[in-house]
T-cell receptor, first 115, second 115 residues
Framework: GAVVSQHPSRVICKSGTSVKIECRSL??????MFWYRQFPKQSLMLMAT?????????EQGVEKDKFLINHASLTLSTLTVTSAHPEDSSFYIC???????????FGDGTRLSIL | GENVEQHPSTLSVQEGDSAVIKCTYS??????FPWYKQELGKGPQLIID?????GEKKDQRIAVTLNKTAKHFSLHITETQPEDSAVYFC??????????????FGTGTLLAVQP
């Protein structure tokens, strides 16, 4: 099946730091990637849709200046959590695909812990 | 907007028994319904999906049924094995922004298969 690679798998950093998470589709070109956030024992909540070569579409309540998304190529999207605070600690997961109702394939997530 | 409900939240079965997880959705325009398995600390893995022009789909021990009229879809796992233990999420796809579809996830079911 399709492979989506996410890096890093875990980040621990101090409050105020900006953290960048990469999402790569390894065996297909992804014009669309998605970024989700998941709290412990909860479901996945869509944060934004990343479109190659254009601005991301953010879900209601997600601060676009806080969560910067860049999708500069067909195989790479990045999420930057700017000036992270403890309340930003969470499990962030990306996926690729979904265009024309094709399956979405997920990366293995990034555990972000802000001290 | 679309709302997906999932039941039960936890399910414990004996090895070899069957497991059934049920979901309902609210938006009659939804036309794609994937199921994901998520193991601890990992991203969701697509295990089976069904489109609205099909009523049932089977892949070895896993099957999914869809009732469009009632807006119900279910996951059936037969001959369960301990390695089936995980959290299972259903999802419904809604279209927005041209050809892009986004997934609305259910709340998840923690399946425990007792040896």
């Amino acid at each position: 099946g399709a492979v989506v690679s996410q890096h890093p798998s875990r980040v621990i950093c101090k409050s105020g730091t900006s953290v960048k998470i990469e999402c790569r589709s390894l065996d297909f070109q992804a014009t669309t990637m998605f970024w989700y956030r998941q709290f412990p024992k909860q479901s996945l909540m869509l944060m934004a849709t990343s479109n190659e070569g254009s601005k991301a579409t953010y879900e209601q309540g997600v601060e676009k200046d806080k969560f910067l998304i860049n999708h500069a190529s067909l195989t790479l999207s990045t999420l930057t959590v700017t000036s992270a605070h403890p309340e930003d600690s969470s499990f962030y997961i990306c996926s690729a695909g979904g265009r024309d109702n094709q399956p979405q394939h997920f990366g293995d997530g990034t555990r972000l812990s802000i001290l | 907007g679309e709302n997906v409900e999932q039941h039960p939240s936890t399910l414990s079965v004996q090895e070899g028994d069957s497991a059934v997880i049920k979901c309902t959705y609210s938006d009659s325009a939804s036309n794609y319904f994937p199921w994901y398995k998520q193991e601890l600390g990992k991203g969701p893995q697509l295990i089976i999906d069904i489109r609205s022009n099909v009523g049932e789909k089977k892949d070895q021990r896993i099957a999914v049924t869809l009732n469009k009229t009632a807006k119900h879809f279910s996951l059936h796992i037969t001959e369960t094995q301990p390695e089936d233990s995980a959290v299972y999420f259903c999802a419904a796809s809604i279209r927005y922004g041209g050809a892009t579809n986004k997934l609305i996830f259910g709340t998840g079911t923690l399946l425990a298969v007792q040896p």
